[in-house]
């Protein structure tokens, strides 16, 4: 998507600090963290939302938690713990609209969410 900042990114037309990637996803810290550590992991594919994806983006979807498993073992807080966030439209202030996984941790999170 030519419009598409997320998919600038993945395309390295704008910079950003990329800690992975591979063919289907794309893995970069996070401009204004909100936690120690703060990674977005996204698909290569420009999906919207997870409100426009199908039952063909399923398997693409479902390598975002593998990719967020082995980053929160390189960053050392798979055994203190982290939050797997998605954003989905207004109400949840979803401000890019390319699918992407928010990994945050290296701290303890504010209970209960919302
Ligand atoms: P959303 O609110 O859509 O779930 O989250 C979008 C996230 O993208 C925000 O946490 C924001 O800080 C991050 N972000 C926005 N623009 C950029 C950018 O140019 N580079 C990087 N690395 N992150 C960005
Ligand atoms: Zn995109």
Redesign the pocket.
């Known amino acids: 998507m030519a419009d598409c900042?997320f998919c600038k990114?993945i395309q390295k037309e704008?910079p950003?600090?990329i800690i992975h990637q591979d063919d289907d996803i794309t893995i970069?810290?996070?401009?204004?963290p909100?936690a120690p550590v703060?990674l977005?992991v996204i698909p290569n594919k420009h999906i919207p939302s997870v409100t426009e994806m199908t039952p063909i983006d399923e398997l693409i979807l479902g390598k975002l938690f593998s990719g967020a498993k082995r980053a929160a073992k390189n960053m050392g807080i798979d055994k203190t713990g982290y939050r797997l966030i998605m954003?989905n439209g207004p109400d949840a202030?979803?401000?890019?609209f390319h699918i992407?996984m928010?990994l945050l941790g290296g701290g303890e999170m504010k209970h209960p969410m919302g």
């Open positions: 900042l990114i704008i950003s600090e970069f810290k996070d401009i204004n909100s703060h977005l954003n202030h979803q401000e890019i992407h928010h």
